[in-house]
Nanobody, 123 residues
Framework: QVQLVESGGGLVQPGGSLRLSCAAS????????MGWYRQAPGKQRELVAA???????NYADSVKGRFTISRDAAKNTVYLQMNSLKPEDTADYYC?????????????????WGQGTLVTVSS
């Protein structure tokens, strides 16, 4: 199995910064992509940012220029640096990963979600 452990959420004032971390562990053969999604009360879960194994990134328009996603491939860890936070960034943030698990030549596809970490932006 593959598990994700998230950390870094909390309460921050508008204009402040937070850094989220997500570490994948388990029988990982390779990771294709990792990313962050968020879900605010009464809203659907949405992509915030994602990064592929080649380093390509994708951001929601609402966070471009404020959030930066990065990864440490050796540690199977992804980070989300969030700057200039706004009250509308308040949500549960979920880490997501997909790739292959197990051992060659019997590796299999996996997709896994973290448990979520709450980010609250408020004065």
């Amino acid at each position: 199995q593959v598990q994700l452990v998230e950390s870094g959420g909390g309460l921050v004032q508008p204009g402040g910064s937070l850094r989220l971390s997500c570490a994948a562990s388990g029988s990982i053969f390779s990771i294709n992509s990792m990313g962050w999604y968020r879900q605010a009360p009464g809203k659907q879960r949405e992509l915030v940012a994602a990064i592929t194994s080649e380093g390509s990134t994708n951001y929601a328009d609402s966070v471009k220029g404020r959030f930066t996603i990065s990864r440490d491939a050796a540690k199977n860890t992804v980070y989300l640096q969030m700057n200039s936070l706004k009250p509308e960034d308040t949500a549960d943030y979920y880490c997501h990963a997909e790739g292959k698990k197990g051992n060659w030549p019997r590796e299999r596809y996996f997709e896994v979600w973290g448990q979520g970490t709450l980010v609250t932006v408020s004065s």
